[in-house]
């Protein structure tokens, strides 16, 4: 269904999209904080995000920007698929979560045809790393380390599944709805939270929000399309008059409540718009639309 997200895509105004997306590599190909010399793949995904914008807008230039990026992650893969850096599955799976659904939104966009042979040098590659994801042993780490984080399930989730569509590996495909089904024992139906260490927070809803309109992109489900909206709408309803996101209450963003790479935790802006352009995408919601809107001003004053 990826036909589906690019029509999604094609109807949010581009400079919005971009906002919410990726940046430039540098001109060895690294991103984020590999720039200076590789950690990890997941730092890496604004490749990827550079590259759903370019397909879906018909960037050329941003398309070739982001296989700099994507290129130099694959030159660090062994025999056993890992992509160096850090040895945590965790890491795997956000990178490949981020670039299959980039790779299969360009096979459907009218730029497809141009780079149809690089994604074809890149698909066994892509098995070979989400068969190693797939391990019993890398499966119980994400299980077990993701288990009170409903946003990394659902990375974890998509990275099997569309591993599975661009390999047409069923098997892997149902691993990633096993991984929904965990993040769906993390929901608050009564008012659409996925509950992030126990309570909810702004920053983690919308990546959760977002990567489960996603999922349901590819993977057509009415009933998680319903959990979908929900939670996307409790995103929307964060937005406060001014455009800020309203992190009162957060269990892990915007309180420094969680530090990492020495600094405490902020709430991902980019993110959460990228959460709600979607759902307003999709559904075609004023309100969402307005959200975005003042979010959006809010942070170009911000940066």
């Not at 062994?78 to 040895?87: E, T, Y």
């Not at 980019?270 to 001003?297: N, P």
Request: proline share 3%; glycine share 10%; hydrophobic share 40%.
């Amino acid at each position: 269904m990826a036909a589906r997200h690019l029509a999604i895509l094609k109807t949010i105004p581009y400079d919005s999209f971009k906002l919410a997306g990726g940046s430039e590599p540098a001109a060895d190909g690294l991103i984020g904080h590999n720039r200076g010399g590789y950690r990890s793949p997941a730092f890496q995904r604004d490749a990827a995000r550079l590259l759903i914008s370019g397909a879906a807008y018909g960037d050329k230039k941003s398309i070739d920007d982001a296989f700099r990026g994507i290129d130099v992650v694959f030159s660090h893969q062994d025999a056993s698929g890992h992509f160096g850096g850090d040895k945590t599955p965790s890491g795997v799976a956000f990178w490949l979560c981020e670039l299959n659904q980039a790779l299969l939104v360009l096979e459907e966009s009218e730029a497809g045809a141009a780079y149809h042979a690089h994604v074809l040098e890149l698909i066994p590659k892509i098995h070979r790393a989400a068969i190693w994801l797939a391990l019993p042993k890398n499966q119980e780490r994400l299980k077990t380390g993701d288990a009170r984080t409903p946003n990394r399930l659902f990375f974890d989730a998509l990275a099997y599944g569309t591993s599975g569509l661009l390999c047409k590996d069923e098997s892997l495909t149902r691993l990633g709805r096993s991984f929904v089904e965990s993040a769906q024992r993390l929901y608050r139906a009564e008012d659409g939270v996925f509950l992030e260490k126990g309570g909810h927070d702004s920053s983690y809803q919308a990546v959760s929000g977002w990567l489960l309109q996603v999922w349901v992109l590819f993977f057509p489900d009415p009933t998680l399309e319903t959990v979908a909206d929900k939670a996307a709408l409790w995103v929307v309803d964060r937005i406060r008059s001014d455009g800020s996101v309203d992190a009162s209450g957060n269990t892990r963003s915007g309180l420094g409540k969680e530090i990492w790479q020495g600094k405490a935790k902020e709430v991902n802006y980019r993110e959460v718009l990228r959460c709600i352009l979607y759902y307003a995408a999709r559904k075609g919601d004023l309100h969402a639309m307005a959200a975005a809107g003042r979010l959006e001003v809010w942070l170009r004053q911000k940066t």
